[in-house]
């Protein structure tokens, strides 16, 4: 079956520094893939997503490309802010079913 | 446009009661999805509704159910609560764009 695997947490960076997440995915066919964040104590938002190969998805300052040959869709941005401090998880989904998602990664931002 | 809206925000039960979660989509979404979310293990495909029906279920036993009313709305039942069943519960809608779900803010299950 599907699966997404990221790199585990927490992950904690000074203001300003470049963050990376690393995700991987196992899937048949052709999936979409997300990245969506938590903030503390609310609901889950779509942060990204890139719904081909090689497209690559971007939204306040975080970008992921979407590889097919690596089978992967690593979130970057060169420079995180205290307010992105959140959970952030990465999933697939191969369209009208469920969405498939990653054990999440924790990200603190210090000041 | 209103967002999805998940009632109650908290909940607390006993073990082996029953708890009802509820859930209403945006406007315009037919789709309804349940995930589970519980410490340490990730986001949990639930069950998907479309168009009133059940359409797949995740690896959760029959004790969790729902149903999906004619304005689309949605309802989990956990019948025979266990402690393991604390968790947050997140519901999801979509509209006609296949891939892309909308989450509400979730409901706090607490089973003592």
Redesign the interface.
């Known amino acids: 079956g599907d699966s997404v695997t990221q790199m585990e947490g927490p992950v904690t960076l000074s203001e300003e520094a470049f963050l990376t997440i690393n995700c991987t995915y196992t899937a048949t066919g052709y999936p979409s893939l997300f990245w969506y964040v938590q903030y503390p104590g609310e609901g889950l938002q779509l942060l990204l997503k890139a719904t081909k190969a090689d497209d690559k998805g971007s939204n306040k300052g975080f970008e992921a490309t979407y590889r097919k040959e690596t089978t992967s869709f690593h979130l970057e941005k060169g420079s995180v802010q205290v307010s992105d401090s959140a959970v952030y998880f990465c999933a697939l989904t191969g369209g009208y079913q469920k969405v498939t998602f990653g054990t999440g990664t924790k990200l603190q931002v210090i000041p | 446009e209103a967002g999805?809206t998940q009632s109650p925000t908290h909940l607390i039960k006993t073990r082996g009661q029953q708890a009802t979660l509820r859930c209403s989509p945006i406007s315009g979404h037919t789709?309804v999805?349940w995930?589970q979310q519980a410490l340490g293990l990730?986001?949990q495909?639930l069950l998907?509704y479309?168009e009133g029906e059940e359409?797949?279920r995740?690896n959760f036993p029959p004790r969790f159910s729902g149903r999906q009313f004619p304005n689309y709305s949605s309802e989990l039942n956990v019948n025979a609560l266990e402690l393991e069943d604390s968790a947050l519960y997140?519901c999801?809608s979509?509209g006609q764009t296949?891939?892309?779900?909308?989450?509400?803010?979730?409901t706090r299950l607490t089973v003592t």
């Open positions: 999805v789709s999805y995930y990730g986001l495909f998907w479309d359409r797949n995740g997140l999801a979509r296949p891939y892309e779900q909308y989450f509400g803010p979730g």
